[in-house]
């Protein structure tokens, strides 16, 4: 048995949403309050249902306007979708017990539990029932289960943001304790022990005058409760046997040191993988128990929490062998970007979460997994993004604060491809995008994706582009002429010169117009007479300079032109354009 969906209503910032289940691992992605706890407390609402126990607060409903409270908000109800482990079409003999199971469309079984809540005006409460469906929405059993009927099958844990060893390994219900609890020494052994730890602790305690001066202090403990004639004595071994057990804790030796230390004095990281070490040994002995149908349940926030980003590639995969179906909350690109699952995108907007998935085969994903932390994306297609940060920081724009990220694509040929897996079509996130327009066969392509009949004319493609939020300079205007004639050149012979490169007069003189004009009109081709007429030559010289020189050119000639950022006049308008709309973007 697996959970394969869960669909949540009107719980917290989830008005209505679905998460489709990998059978191994699943990753919530998105930014900061988007809605990834949510998930994982909605699943674990149900998995660990007992009627009786308060399991929502009035916090937790949706509410319907402002300053509304829990008694005028709608129920809140989540669904989980039951099917078979494995490749089993159908749920094993006995496997539901009394509850029936309902058939899909494709033959494979499934059973539907939904737990509601809501505020009852005659208890003054929050009650909650947790029932079984069927095909059509329908309560089966009325009254409700009094607890979620598969704790067996599908046993359930969840790791929070802090992995603290002496906490999570402490306690008697941990994995730990539970994994002690099976350990079965012999009377023989435990006795031999007990003598060797009682035999230790007087030692230690008759033979240290502190601890002695300790013992006489406590002493009168007992004549102030009424207890004359008692004793205070100190030790350092349990009195039963049995609790030696107890006592067992991890402790690991570093490559090279002379002894080992208690695992929990090590950093938090290598805490929370020992803790991973200890599930997994608790899950599999909970299989062998339960049977073949048995699938252990865990969900955890930020795997990667105090790993560096080599170790949070690695526990990507470590994660996705543990037994069973994992559920995950990560901020770390270097996580989700070697996940392999299924990785659900959640964004809020106006307070209101939505969930889409993202292919993870996706090249432009996996090149560049960091926008699925985004509020609004920009794609780029070259140097364009060097000089984004220099403008953004002159017009007073914080990318990072606001949650833009700044994707370059390399090459306009691939922006469509880009937009396609985070567009509108795609992730649905808010995308911007900006090209030089000098591929006329990208343009026409991309319009044919947005569902328009694209002209041969290259000025008209970029007049339909700039509809789409796609802007651009001229047609053949691209980055290198644009600087060129930024305050006539000044800013790029300036680069240059910082650079210790020679004047633009010696350059020209040491390549030769003739051969900077032939080099353009090769890789303009019948478009060369349009930029030659257009411009004055010694833009075209800047601009020829500007693309077989250095990549840190262009950023310097835009700190220049923005006296570092403080300074917005001279910002083309595609550039500004740009900026502001996805700052726009990312503010909704």
């Known amino acids: 048995m697996r959970i394969k969906q869960i669909w949540i209503r009107s719980f917290r910032g989830i008005k209505d949403a679905e998460v489709i289940l990998d059978p191994k691992l699943t990753v919530l992605v998105g930014a900061n309050n988007a809605g990834k706890t949510t998930v994982l407390d909605a699943l674990a609402a149900v998995v660990t249902y007992r009627r009786g126990t308060p399991i929502f607060l009035d916090t937790d409903f949706r509410a319907v306007s402002t300053g509304a409270d829990v008694r005028e908000a709608q129920p809140i109800a989540i669904t989980l979708t039951l099917v078979p482990s494995a490749d089993n079409p159908r749920f094993e003999a006995g496997e539901l017990g009394q509850l029936r199971a309902q058939p899909s469309v494709d033959g494979t079984e499934h059973l539907r539990l939904r737990l509601t809540a809501q505020y009852s005006v005659e208890t003054g409460r929050i009650e909650t029932r947790l029932v079984d469906l069927d095909p059509k929405d329908g309560e089966i059993n009325v009254d409700g289960h009094s607890v979620f009927p598969f704790r067996e099958l599908l046993p359930f844990r969840a790791f929070g943001a802090e992995r603290d060893l002496r906490r999570g390994m402490g306690g008697r219900w941990s994995d730990w304790s539970l994994v002690l609890n099976e350990v079965r020494p012999t009377p023989d052994v435990l006795r031999r022990a007990a003598e060797h730890f009682v035999l230790g602790s007087e030692v230690l305690i008759e033979n240290t005058k502190d601890l002695a001066e300790i013992a006489d202090a406590l002493r009168p403990a007992g004549e102030a409760v009424g207890l004359p004639g008692s004793d205070v004595k100190l030790s350092a071994a349990p009195q039963d046997p049995a609790e030696l057990l107890q006592q067992v804790m991890v402790e690991m030796r570093l490559p090279g040191a002379p002894r080992g230390f208690s695992a929990d004095r090590h950093g938090l990281g290598t805490q929370g993988a020992l803790l991973f070490a200890v599930y997994r040994l608790q899950v599999e002995r909970l299989r062998l128990r339960a049977g073949p149908g048995a699938s ?73 997994p960091r926008v699925v932390f985004a509020r609004s994306i920009l794609l780029t297609e070259g140097r364009d993004a060097h000089l984004l940060p220099h403008f953004a920081r002159a017009l007073r724009i914080d990318l990072d604060g606001l949650g833009v990220e700044v994707v370059d694509v390399q090459g306009q040929g691939s922006l469509k491809p880009a937009w ?34 694209p002209p041969k004319d290259l000025a008209k493609c970029v007049s339909m582009l700039r509809r789409w939020d796609y802007f651009t300079c001229w047609p053949v205007k691209c980055l290198e002429f644009e600087l060129a004639e930024i305050d006539s050149g000044r800013w790029v012979d300036q680069a240059f010169l910082d650079q210790g490169e020679p004047s633009l007069a010696d350059w020209i003189q040491h390549h030769g117009k003739d051969k900077i004009n032939d080099t353009w009109k090769g890789k303009l081709g019948n478009r060369f007479q349009y930029v030659a007429d257009l411009k004055p030559e010694p833009a075209l010289a800047r601009a020829y300079r500007l693309s077989k020189n250095k990549a840190e050119i262009p950023p310097r000639v835009a700190a220049l032109m923005t006296k570092d950022g403080t300074d917005a006049t001279l910002i083309p308008s595609r550039f500004r354009d740009a900026l502001e709309r996805a700052a726009k973007l990312a503010r909704e």
């Open 420 to 453: 396609e897996v985070f567009g509108p079509r795609g992730l649905g996130m808010p995308v911007i995008l900006m090209g030089d327009a000098d591929d006329l066969s990208t343009m026409r392509a991309f319009l044919r994706s947005a569902g328009e009949a």
């Open 296 to 368: 252990a349940v865990l969900t955890v926030e930020e795997p990667e929490a105090h790993l560096h980003p080599t170790a949070q590639r690695a526990m990507a995969t470590q994660i996705r062998e543990l037994p069973g179906q994992v559920v995950v909350a990560s901020h770390s690109p270097d996580f989700v970007g070697r996940a392999t699952g299924r990785i659900a995108v959640l964004r809020s907007v106006r307070g209101e979460t939505s969930i889409r998935e993202i292919d993870t085969s996706e090249r432009s994903f996996r090149d560049h």
